[in-house]
T-cell receptor, first 111, second 112 residues
Framework: NAGVTQTPKFQVLKTGQSMTLQCAQDMNHNSMYWYRQDPGMGLRLIYYSASEGTTDKGEVPNGYNVSRLNKREFSLRLESAAPSQTSVYFC??????????FGPGTRLTVT | KQEVTQIPAALSVPEGENLVLNCSFTDSAIYNLQWFRQDPGKGLTSLLLIQSSQREQTSGRLNASLDKSSGRSTLYIAASQPGDSATYLCAVTEGSQGNLIFGKGTKLSVKP
């Protein structure tokens, strides 16, 4: 039982490049979330998916897209990376609105 | 808009002390409140979840309380140890979607 897994762990991008962050959970949870964590700003919600086939914007969705591929997987895509997207990205899952479980994070640097 | 505040931002105590971390929130209409621990460069580990109908939860040396009417929660750590050194985050759940709104955390250092 791995919980929530994220790939990659680290990534460096140049401005304008694109990439997809992958997240998977094996707890059979319906809800999945993407957060970003920045110094001085705390964790903020980017997008969430209440169930397979649905996605909704969170507090800071601009510059991101998401896909809920199936019940297990929820990916976050940066179409044209900007330095302001340098952050640590966390995926989480829950059987809403209960306890959320977090992945280990992806540390992204955009130069 | 819900805001979550954690005071103090940093705390340093000698080993063995009992300590209290504070969390306040501006809107009492929450589903639950969750306390997390985050070690440097790591993800978040859930410590305790308090449902809106509950007053407290306990796990080992940790006790979390919730007073919805006053918009406050406390995390009590008994007999602190150097291994408790980490950042502690408080987050509230608003709405049935389960989205978490986080405080900025309290960085705890327990000195041997």
């Amino acid at each position: 039982n791995a919980g929530v897994t994220q790939t990659p762990k680290f990534q460096v991008l140049k401005t304008g490049q694109s990439m997809t962050l992958q997240c998977a959970q094996d707890m059979n949870h319906n809800s999945m979330y993407w957060y970003r964590q920045d110094p001085g700003m705390g964790l903020r919600l980017i997008y969430y998916s209440a169930s397979e086939g649905t996605t909704d914007k969170g507090e800071v969705p601009n510059g991101y897209n998401v896909s809920r591929l199936n019940k297990r997987e929820f990916s976050l895509r940066l179409e044209s990376a900007a330095p302001s997207q340098t952050s640590v990205y966390f995926c989480a899952s829950s059987e809403r609105p209960y306890e959320q479980y977090f992945g280990p994070g992806t540390r992204l640097t955009v130069t | 808009k819900q805001e979550v505040t954690q005071i103090p931002a940093a705390l340093s105590v000698p080993e063995g002390e009992n300590l209290v971390l504070n969390c306040s929130f501006t809107d009492s209409a929450i589903y639950n409140l969750q306390w997390f621990r985050q070690d440097p460069g790591k993800g978040l580990t859930s410590l305790l979840l308090i449902q809106s109908s509950q007053r407290e939860q306990t796990s080992g040396r940790l006790n979390a309380s919730l007073d919805k009417s006053s918009g406050r929660s406390t995390l009590y750590i008994a007999a602190s140890q150097p291994g408790d050194s980490a950042t502690y985050l408080c987050a509230v759940t608003e709405g049935s979607q389960g989205n978490l709104i986080f405080g900025k955390g309290t960085k705890l250092s327990v000195k041997p």
